[in-house]
């Protein structure tokens, strides 16, 4: 099992109300990556965890706060959000070869659709 | 981390071969060279990786000259379903700090 699964697909939602968006993987993979991404652009790195602790934190916005309940599982709680964080939420793990030989493949979700009112 | 330099676009015939370059001149020696591929409204996918000479498999072929700045893909005999965006991305083996480029946007004609 080579897949990502992201839920929901679509959300859309007011800049009062609080959401969440659920990545899992059943790869085995100890990193897991939130990324953000507009119309016509490349996606933007939010977040990585790694064996379950978070690693990076790109300066994102407290209204954005992520959340890892075990190795499988990422979770991304989202909290009076404005109309410009409406874009493409994509998930990712990798193997994390922290010390290893060998590039770190990333795998993508196919993503939740943000639609902030 | 190393920055990547693609062209914006290129469009190419079906059934002809394409090859995308990517320049990244800071390239350090830990760094690791991949390709994704995304079709709209869906995440990247892992198309191939390598880190030096020329790397093959199903979908494509990496070349990578000695110096390691730059690398091309190579994708034998497109169809109109290879029409997508293509990113080159530069990172070191243990670090997840991934940063996207802009992208080549590939259209096929038939």
């Known amino acids: 099992d080579t897949e990502v699964t992201q839920t929901p697909k679509h959300l859309v939602m007011g800049m009062t109300n609080k959401k969440s968006l659920k990545c899992e993987q059943h790869m085995g993979h100890r990193a897991m990556y939130w990324y953000k991404q507009k119309a016509k652009k490349p996606p933007e790195l939010m977040f990585v965890y790694s064996y379950e602790k978070l690693s990076i934190n790109e300066s994102v916005p407290s209204r954005f706060s992520p959340e890892c309940p075990n190795s499988s599982l990422l979770n991304l709680h989202l909290h009076a959000l404005q109309p410009e964080d409406s874009a493409l939420y994509l998930c990712a793990s990798s193997q994390d070869r922290s010390g290893l030989a060998g590039g770190d493949t990333q795998y993508f979700g196919p993503g939740t659709r943000l639609t902030v009112l | 981390l190393a920055k990547t330099t693609q062209p914006i676009s290129m469009d190419s015939y079906e059934g002809q071969e394409v090859n995308i370059t990517c320049s990244h001149n800071n390239i350090a020696t830990n760094d690791y060279i991949t390709w994704y591929q995304q079709f709209p409204s869906q995440g990247p996918r892992f198309i191939i990786q390598?880190?030096?000479t020329k790397v093959t498999n199903e979908v494509a072929s990496l070349f990578i000259p000695a110096d390691r700045k730059s690398s091309t893909l190579s994708l034998p005999r497109v169809s109109l379903s290879d029409t997508a965006v293509y990113y080159c991305?530069?990172?070191?083996?243990?670090?997840?700090?991934?940063?996207f480029g802009a992208g080549t946007r590939l259209f096929v004609k038939a």
């Open positions: 390598g880190y030096k």
């Open positions: 991305l530069v990172g070191d083996t243990g670090g997840f700090k991934t940063i």
